[in-house]
């Protein structure tokens, strides 16, 4: 079956069998910069507003410590000392919300 190529010259058309992949991509990249200008468009990326204050606010964030060293000395003191006291009906209903979460994640 003969394929049919359209715009080479017949010096770069080759039967099947003919040299490899890496000899075609070798060819590939031996084109100057000024025949790969010429073929391909040129692409841009422009950041919106909202993309650029994103950027800035990770920026930010990626700076901030991960874990609270302040409220960590505060509540061990706390515990230390005994006056620290746990609300169990909020832990209960933290980590009834949290399966909640898990549960949903799982159907999706």
Do not use: C, W
Request: charged share 20%; proline share 4%; hydrophobic share 30%.
């Amino acid at each position: 079956m003969a394929i049919e190529i359209n715009g080479l010259p017949s010096s770069q058309v080759k039967n099947p069998g003919e040299g490899s992949q890496a000899k075609m991509g070798q060819q590939e990249a031996s084109t100057t910069p000024q025949e790969q200008r010429s073929t391909s468009t040129a692409d841009t990326v422009s950041l919106t507003n909202t993309a650029a204050h994103l950027k800035t606010l990770e920026t930010a964030i990626s700076s901030l410590p991960v874990v609270d060293k302040q409220r960590v000395e505060q509540l061990r003191q706390a515990v230390s000392s005994g006056s620290y006291h746990a609300d169990s009906q909020r832990v209960a209903n933290k980590l009834a919300s949290f399966e909640q979460q898990l549960h949903a994640k799982a159907k999706a």
